[in-house]
């Protein structure tokens, strides 16, 4: 991906981070606080990660992207 953005594969979640896996493997902790009162989110990211789920993150400010909600 071109600039600060990076695709990564969802290995874990850990309320209120997810972990992602970057193409490189490098492994990367996006806090995603602004969700954790939010347990349809939460249940939908571990529904999606057996299924391998890539999220667009930016490499900057450790956030996902917004076309990366779930």
Same mark, same amino acid.
């Given at each position: ?6 695709? #990564? ?14 193409? *490189? ?5 996006? *806090?995603?606080?602004?969700? %954790? *009162? ?13 299924? #391998? ?8 400010? %450790? ?8």
């Amino acid at each position: 991906m071109m600039g600060t953005e990076e695709l #990564g594969l969802l290995v874990e979640v850990k309320k209120p981070f997810i972990i992602l896996e970057t193409m *490189d493997k490098q492994v990367v902790r996006i *806090d995603v606080h602004e969700e %954790k *009162d939010n347990p349809e989110y939460w249940e939908a990211l571990e529904a999606h990660m057996t299924e #391998g789920l890539y999220l667009s993150f930016n490499t900057k400010t %450790k956030q996902l992207s917004t076309e990366s909600e779930v």
